[in-house]
């Protein structure tokens, strides 16, 4: 399986910003589609952004304007911008990537926002 890891996490106040990256520490995330979930304590895992491999993105409507994903498949990696950021926004992120029926989820990487 593909070995993802995420980076870039922490503590920001509201309004702040946060770059998460994911890269893949094995294999090849070419061809998939990848993208950014979270859950926040008491909730539900949700998705955040996804991006397909030839750029198309997807957001949630909560973070629609103020998130950006993007990817560098020559660098195995894919980037969550966080702008602007919101209390709601805390939870710990997480990578993934699929292709063919399969997924493979990073460990994941805190972000908390304080008001």
């Known amino acids: 399986q593909v070995q993802l890891v995420e980076s870039g996490g922490g503590m920001v106040q509201a309004g702040g910003s946060l770059r998460l990256s994911c890269t893949a520490a094995s294999g090849s995330i070419f061809s998939y589609i990848m993208g950014w979930y979270r859950r926040a304590p008491g909730k539900s895992r949700e998705l955040v952004a996804d991006?397909?491999?030839?750029?198309?993105?997807n957001y949630a409507e909560s973070v629609k304007g103020r998130f950006t994903i993007s990817r560098d498949n020559a660098k195995n990696t894919v980037y969550l911008q966080m702008n602007s950021l919101k209390p709601e926004d805390t939870g710990v992120y997480y990578c993934?990537?699929?292709?063919?029926?399969?997924?493979?989820w990073g460990q994941g990487t805190q972000v908390t926002v304080s008001s």
């Open positions: 993934k990537g699929s292709t063919w029926g399969l997924a493979y």
């Open positions: 991006i397909e491999s030839g750029g198309n993105t």
